[in-house]
């Protein structure tokens, strides 16, 4: 079945750089690749995501970049700020369920 | 519009008892899906349903049991409750649009502590 390997595990930056977690997959065959935060208590929360016809998407200060040869994703976070702070989470899927990476805890300091 | 409800959001069980978490959802989707999360091991699929009357087993599916006999809702029961059990579960939701699935919601979670 389908690996997710995500890193770093735990990310600190200060108010303002960017942040970057990183994604890897085994199965070629996936085609869908979205990213998740989850505050304290909560569900995860979409906040973007990318099919494998597609190699960059933006939206606002948020990226996400697909190498499918390489089977790895990545989520740009730039001018990062303390409402982001949270846990953010990568997860691929195909024809199956989404599968999930185990999660990369993103601290921003003022 | 809710989306995902699920109830209880707590709950306490003593080894051997048995359970059922309840997910609804109102966006008309036809797939649903039962996660657990564990500290640093992110979402682990247990069950999910591809429709209405239909149910097939994820990642970690020993211990539980589904049903999903209306399409707006998806049950996971336990029914001998183990410590191993202890988790966070959420249940999610999706559709399919020319063959690509869209629109993943997940619930608030429900905390289960079985002592």
């Known amino acids: 079945g389908e690996n997710v390997e995500q890193h770093p595990s735990t990310l600190s930056v200060q108010e303002g750089d960017s942040a970057v977690i990183k994604c890897t997959y085994s199965?070629?065959?996936?085609?869908?690749f979205p990213w998740y935060k989850q505050e304290l208590g909560k569900g995860p929360q979409l906040i973007i995501d990318?099919?494998?016809?597609?190699g960059e998407k933006k939206d606002q200060r948020i990226a996400v970049t697909l190498n499918k040869t390489a089977k790895h994703f990545s989520l740009h976070i730039t001018e990062t700020q303390p409402e982001d702070s949270a846990v953010y989470f990568c997860?691929?899927?195909?024809?199956?369920?989404?599968?999930f990476g185990k999660g990369t805890r993103l601290s921003v300091i003022a | 519009n809710a989306g995902v409800t699920q109830t209880p959001k707590f709950r306490v069980l003593k080894t051997g008892q048995s359970m059922t978490l309840l997910c609804a959802q109102d966006m008309n989707h036809e797939y649903m899906y039962w996660y657990r999360q564990d500290p640093g091991m992110g979402l682990r699929l247990i069950h999910y349903?591809?429709?209405?009357?239909?149910?097939a087993k994820g990642e970690v599916p020993d211990g539980y049991n589904v049903s999903r006999l209306k399409k707006q809702n998806f049950l996971l029961g336990l029914e001998s409750a183990a410590p191993s059990q202890t988790s966070v579960y959420f249940c999610a939701s999706s559709y399919a649009l020319t063959g690509e699935v869209r629109g993943y919601t997940f619930g608030s979670g429900t905390r289960l502590t079985v002592v």
């Open positions: 997860a691929v899927s195909g024809n199956t369920p989404l599968v």
């Open positions: 990318i099919r494998s016809n597609v």
């Open positions: 199965d070629s065959a996936s085609n869908y």
């Open positions: 349903s591809v429709g209405e009357g239909t149910t």
